[in-house]
T-cell receptor, first 111, second 111 residues
Framework: DTGVSQDPRHKITKRGQNVTFRCDPI?????LYWYRQTLGQGPEFLTY????????KSRLLSDRFSAERPKGSFSTLEIQRTEQGDSAMYLC?????????FGSGTRLTVV | QKEVEQDPGPLSVPEGAIVSLNCTYS??????FMWYRQYSRKGPELLMY????GNKEDGRFTAQVDKSSKYISLFIRDSQPSDSATYLC???????????FGSGTRLQVQP
């Protein structure tokens, strides 16, 4: 098992465009999380899945954000009509018990 | 006021020094506590997980939790240049899966 995999590693997009990120968790982990991290700050919680069910969403997850985890395997995070304020590192993590394993993140730059 | 406060540093120490990293928190519902290490352009890596007040040791690392004071610490003994990274504290309560992170302390260990 190679850990949590995120794709792409970097994404540069123009303001107003839609972007989608993918996360492949550790295969035996049933919990999956998305966090956002800006420079000099700790990660901020966005949303959480247990298997395919999205059980918790942060107020940070505006209507422009949507996340899915079909069949309880990989997950996607889509941001519609991107804004400059969306520029951040988007981190995915998975868990099967205590603690999380994070991926290396997708760095989004909105220009 | 943030729920979790962490001094951003940077903290610069000579190789071999004992490092003390700290976080304070205001939410008495927090029941479990973690320390993560994050290298530049990487995702956070779990170092320590504790569920109760007291000390937990793992190699050169010791995590300390004082719930009565709402204060947690991470001690690193015999610090190495490879320990140079940002250290993030994180905590959660049993009612939610989301973690609340501190903003991170940047540590530099000078050879």
């Amino acid at each position: 098992d190679t850990g949590v995999s995120q794709d792409p590693r970097h994404k540069i997009t123009k303001r107003g465009q839609n972007v989608t990120f993918r996360c492949d968790p550790i295969s035996e982990h049933n919990r999956l999380y998305w966090y956002r991290q800006t420079l000099g700050q700790g990660p901020e919680f966005l949303t959480y899945f247990q298997n395919e069910a999205q059980l918790e969403k942060s107020r940070l997850l505006s209507d422009r954000f949507s996340a899915e985890r079909p069949k309880g395997s990989f997950s996607t995070l889509e941001i519609q009509r991107t804004e400059q304020g969306d520029s951040a590192m988007y981190l995915c993590a998975s868990s099967g018990g205590d603690g999380y394993t994070f991926g290396s993140g997708t760095r989004l730059t909105v220009v | 006021q943030k729920e979790v406060e962490q001094d951003p540093g940077p903290l610069s120490v000579p190789e071999g020094a004992i490092v003390s990293l700290n976080c304070t928190y205001s939410n008495s519902a927090f029941q479990y506590f973690m320390w993560y290490r994050q290298y530049s352009r990487k995702g956070p890596e779990l170092l320590m997980y504790t569920y109760s007040s007291g000390n937990k040791e793992d190699g050169r690392f010791t995590a300390q939790v004082d719930k009565s004071s709402k204060y947690i610490s991470l001690f690193i003994r015999d610090s190495q240049p490879s320990d140079s990274a940002t250290y993030l504290c994180a905590m959660g309560d049993t009612g939610r899966r989301a973690l609340t992170f501190g903003s991170g302390t940047r540590l530099q260990v000078q050879p």
